[in-house]
Each structure stands twice: as C-alpha cells, then as structure tokens.
C-alpha cells in the first residue's frame, strides 16, 4: 500500500508557478537555460533542515550563471530583466521554505502519529538530524545505499522525495507499505510516472492480439491532464539519464548535484594547528567521529580534516580497477585538453597565455593556470575555462565545433568528478565507521590498510583541530560578512 502526504501550500505553489515564468522567460528571450537553478530547486524540495537552506541561500547569492548568460546574449545587466528576475524569485522562495521547513514539519508530524515500525530512507546527512528528534527503537533512519540490506518485512518505508523513472520502479515494485511525503509538484510527477505506465498497459490490453483471444473490446478511461512544475520536470529528467551508480549517489546524498555548480563557497577557518579554506559542503569529523559539513562548523569545536590529497589517488585506482574501460576514456579525455595546455603554454609562455584566455572569459587565478597540465588534475576546475582553451587552441572552428569537441570531454569530466565524490563518501563513511568502532571497512582493505597503519594515518594526517576563526569567501578569496549578506537578502 501507498499513502502519499503530499505538501500543498497556495503560497508556495505561487512562488513555484512564478519561478517557472521566470526562467522561461530568459530562456525565451535569452536562449539560456539555468540550469544550476533546477538543481538548488531539487536540493531545497528535499530539504528539513534550516542550516541545508542557509547554505542554498549563499549559493544562489554567489551564483552567477545568470549574470554571464546576460553578459553573453550582449552586455545585459540584471536591471533589465525587472520583474522577471528568477534570481530574486528563487531567494524568495528559499527563505519561505526556510521559514516554513513543511517537509520537516510533515515528517515529524507523521512520525509522532504513528504506531508503526518505520524506516525512513534518508539524505545521509539528515539521518543524526532525525535520530535525535526521535530516539525510539522502533524508528530506523537509513540512507539509500543501505536500502536493499534490511528486512523490510512488516515495516513501512517512507520516503521524502520522488525523482522521476528510477524511483517509480523501485516503489512500484516494493512488497511492502510505502509512505511519500512529497509537495504538490513531486506528486504530480508521481502521477504522470504513473499515467505512463497505464497507458503501456493499455496499449497493452487494446492489441489485436488480445482482443482476437478474448473477444472483449478495452475502453480507455480519459485522465485529467497533469501539471508539472517545468523546471522541476527538467533536473529530473537530467537524473534520470545519470548512470545507476551516480544516481544512488545523489539519493544517498541529494548535494551531489552541487558539483555542477561552478560558483563555491569557501569558507578560511582558523584553528590551534592551521588556517586551512573548505568549500561549505566538504565534510569533515568531529571529536565524536560523526561527519559534518563545512557550513555547519562553529567557533569552539573539535574537528578532523578529511585527507584529500593523500587518498584521492587511490580512490581513483579502485575506480581503475572496478571499471577499467569506462576509466579509459576518462584518462585519454583528461590527456587530451592538458596537451592542448602545454602546446599553447609553449606557444605564448604563462603570463601571454593568461591575459588572452582571461579575455576570452577564463575565470581563475593565473597561479591556478600554471597547474593546468602539471601534477594530478583530471580536469579543469570549470566546463568553462576548458571551452575557452579549446577556442584559443582553436581559433577557426565555430562555437559548435567547440561544444562537439567539448562534449565527450565534459561527459568524462562528470564521470571522474561523480564516482571520486561517491568514492570519496563511501571512504568517509569507513573512517568514521573506524573512528567511532574500530572496524575496517570494504574500500580500505582493498587499499592495504588494518588497524595500526589506518590509526598512524589519522594521528598523522587528520589530528583533531580546536577552531578560533571562520570567514565566508568568495571564489577569490575576499573575505565577506555573513549577516550582512542575509540581511542583503531578506531586505
């Protein structure tokens, strides 16, 4: 059995109707989709926490794909668009959710009126969040991963999102009582999922085949059209062509589609041992051994920086190993556009290099250049500093001839960057597990580690630091204020 508790808020839906004007007027007048939008859109629907919003809120405040594709379609400045802002029209609708948090309120509402024994399937960094409103042995809160590994035999699963194709099977075909806590606009895609495999069934049943066997003729019954929120209909349809992998990782931990975004928060944090910067959503331990992310850090705590450098390569060799082919093609496409680097490096020299791709819109600093092509960098930090190398390398070919080359490119570069951040979970969730019960887990025992060489590499590498300092940056590195900023925004 089913049961949907579906979220419909007139204001809300407005906010959602006006959104989707909004974008598709600059997709109409500019020719741009914004598609950064849709992923901050799909990451708040499936928001409960306050803190997830805040940092969403910075994010479309930093974000500037808007004022780039304005820039491009001819030096159009945000003043013109007026009314028919979308950047204005998503901050708003991201401090009503922040206000209102109904996905919270609805799940807990649920929770503290029940009898049953539930598992709620979770963002893995909501699941502390959950267990400690609700600490009842009946309750069990899980991220996706861990879904297929427990009995669900009398017990009910609730889930907090709907996201398109891949989620209907898996609830289509579960033998057990489900629970969808979705808004109005996720039920509806809910219903249109649905409505498409009525009609492969009614297809089905009206073949000549059957009615030469039966002799009894099917009448469709007419169904009333569905509305669908366009711009969510978009970033679901984006997830649905995400590999199985990739996609388990984004319902592990909704964030993933943050790596799109170009723009980053970085925050410089201060402690007893280091000034070290994280982008808001790195995760690091804290003294208990749980993962918290880099907007959750406050002044006083105890924390542990995740290792990066010493364990991204051989993150990147178990991916090699697992699925060598694919890694093939991600090592001659990450081969390629560094060769193009060197060659137009030795063409011009670094510092000629840089004044021409910063005027064809190159957007990081020149001692982030000098490293393109040297060292282990995959790929460049964004799609599109490779897009204007390409055309310095390529002065003759057409924009389009850039976007065939680029596209492959671009595949292999979100293959790379989605298997090392799962990778990069899955290994964060082993240290932790090691951290807080000693047990070695599946990914660290395939690299050669027990329990004295993983206990030296933690007092080495990852020693608890006491935090004095936090500043927000931007993506340059210049310091900005925190309350001003959202008092910018609410005003």
């Not at 805040?54 to 491009?72: D, F, S, T, Y």
């Not at 366009?230 to 319902?251: F, M, P, Q």
């Not at 790195?282 to 105890?302: A, S, W």
Request: proline fraction near 2%; charge should be negative.
């Amino acid at each position: 059995m089913i049961q949907f508790i579906i979220i419909n808020i007139s204001e809300f839906n407005e906010r959602i109707k006006n959104f989707d004007a909004k974008i598709e007027y600059v997709k109409t007048k500019f020719n741009y989709e914004l598609k950064s939008y849709g992923n901050i859109i799909r990451i708040s629907l499936n928001a409960i926490q306050e803190e997830s919003i805040n940092n969403l809120i910075e994010r479309v405040v930093i974000n500037k794909e808007l004022e780039r594709a304005l820039e491009n379609a001819g030096g159009y400045s945000m003043e013109y668009l007026g009314e028919n802002n979308p950047k204005t029209e998503l901050i708003g609708l991201l401090l009503f959710l922040k206000k209102n948090l109904p996905k919270q309120t609805q799940l807990f509402d649920f929770l503290e009126n029940s009898a049953r024994r539930e598992i709620i399937v979770s963002d893995n960094y909501d699941i502390e969040f959950v267990k400690q409103q609700f600490k009842n042995s009946r309750l069990e809160v899980i991220p996706f991963s861990e879904l297929k590994k427990n009995n669900l035999q009398n017990k009910t699963l609730v889930f907090l999102s709907f996201n398109g194709q891949k989620d209907f099977d898996l609830i289509y075909n579960i033998d057990c009582d489900i629970v969808l806590i979705l808004y109005e606009q996720e039920y509806n895609l809910y219903q249109n999922k649905l409505s498409q495999r009525k009609k492969l069934i009614e297809d089905e049943i009206n073949s000549r085949a059957r009615l030469e066997i039966c002799g009894v003729t099917y009448y469709n019954h007419p169904e009333e059209p569905i509305t669908i929120s366009t711009t969510i209909e978009n970033i679901v349809g984006r997830l649905d062509d995400w590999s199985t992998r990739a996609y388990e990782g984004y319902k592990n931990e909704c964030d993933l589609l943050l790596s799109e975004i170009e723009e980053k928060i970085i925050y410089k944090i201060s402690s007893d041992r280091a000034t070290f910067y994280l982008d808001s959503n790195d995760t690091v331990f804290n003294q208990k051994g749980d993962l918290i992310k880099g907007y959750k850090i406050n002044i006083g705590e105890r924390i542990r920086i995740y290792p990066k450098e010493q364990l991204a390569e051989n993150l990147y060799q178990v991916a090699v190993e697992t699925e060598p082919d694919v890694f093939g093609k991600v090592e001659e496409h990450s081969a390629y556009w560094k060769q193009h680097v060197i060659e137009l490096r030795n063409i011009y020299g670094d510092e000629v290099l840089y004044k021409k791709l910063k005027e064809k819109g190159l957007r990081i600093l020149q001692a982030t250049l000098e490293s393109y092509g040297k060292g282990d960098r995959k790929f460049p930090m964004f799609n599109n500093d490779l897009r204007v190398i390409l055309k310095l390398y390529y002065p003759s070919k057409t924009d389009y001839e850039i976007d065939v080359i680029l596209k492959p490119i671009l595949k292999s570069k979100t293959i790379y960057n989605s298997t090392m951040i799962v990778l990069g979970r899955g290994l964060k969730q082993e240290l932790r597990l090691f951290l807080k019960e000693k047990r070695i887990g599946e990914i660290l025992v395939k690299r050669s580690f027990n329990a004295n060489t993983l206990q030296s590499f933690i007092d080495e590498y990852m020693p608890l630091n006491s935090i004095i300092h936090k500043e927000l940056f931007n993506e340059e590195l210049e310091v900005l204020d925190t309350e001003v900023l959202f008092q910018q925004i609410e005003l």
